[in-house]
């Protein structure tokens, strides 16, 4: 991305605990707002090996180590590189189809505190990129993945249970991409539902989900129409504005 590459780092600049900067991701070269919380030098010399960064408005579970290279000094230049670069996250909207768009999920996408950490949002774009030749049921299955993956990239921090790691996460959205039938669709799906913390659903969801089929039911009996009754249930019912710090206390900005 050129407007982040040309913005000045922190190379050659020394930067203490306590001070703003702006930190850039790996995955997308979005500046993100962050403060230096630690620093590691060289015994030898003192240079800078790494600075340990605090995202604001972010749990601290997410602080990280960071190169030098990736910490931008906070001036007037780099600001107005933020600000360009931040469209790549706000325009992702534009790549949702109308389907989508009325998803609460798709209200999140720009959210902090979401339990995805730093990884990329999904390229809704290339999800949605169905050949004209395509059947009705195919064009139907692509939607779903990608609304699957919607759900998934907006749930907020603390409403993933403990089995639900980095590397399962990983695992169930490449599952998900290269799903192809609705079996295989409602069983990603399933997957996400018993993941999900039941303090991050409302009363009313649990018993509409409690009616529906059971899992091993529901993945061999699916189709189209049983998916989205199902998915369309758990984001009706999902506290997307919902999360907990890193206490465990809930955030104050609770969806109700």
Request: aromatic share 8%; net charge neutral.
């Amino acid at each position: 991305m050129e407007d982040v590459d040309s913005a000045k780092s922190g190379v050659g600049l020394d930067f203490n605990a306590g001070d703003e900067v702006l930190v850039q991701s790996v995955a997308s070269g979005v500046l993100w707002d962050a403060n230096i919380v630690a620093v590691a030098k060289h015994e030898v010399g003192g240079s800078t090996i790494a600075y340990r960064v605090h995202y604001k408005e972010w749990s601290s579970r997410f602080d990280e180590w960071v190169a030098p290279s990736r910490v931008l000094e906070v001036d007037d230049e780099n600001i107005e590189k933020q600000q360009k670069c931040a469209s790549t996250i706000v325009d992702y909207d534009k790549d949702l189809s109308t389907s989508l768009r009325n998803l609460k999920a798709s209200a999140y996408l720009s959210s902090p505190n979401r339990a995805r950490g730093f990884a990329k949002i999904p390229d809704f774009r290339r999800l949605l990129d169905i050949p004209p030749s395509a059947s009705l049921e195919d064009k139907a299955i692509q939607e779903l993945k990608a609304a699957l993956l919607l759900v998934e990239a907006v749930l907020p921090n603390g409403s993933l249970r403990a089995v639900w790691k980095t590397h399962t996460a990983q695992y169930w959205r490449s599952m998900v991409s290269k799903s192809n039938t609705p079996g295989n669709i409602m069983g990603c799906l399933v997957l996400l539902e018993n993941a999900i913390s039941k303090d991050f659903l409302r009363p009313n969801c649990e018993h509409l989900i409690s009616c529906l089929p059971r899992h091993w039911k529901s993945i061999n009996e699916a189709s189209v129409s049983s998916i989205a009754l199902r998915l369309g249930t758990l984001d009706r019912g999902l506290k997307y504005g919902m999360s907990k710090d890193d206490k465990g206390h809930w955030d104050k900005k609770v969806d109700k």
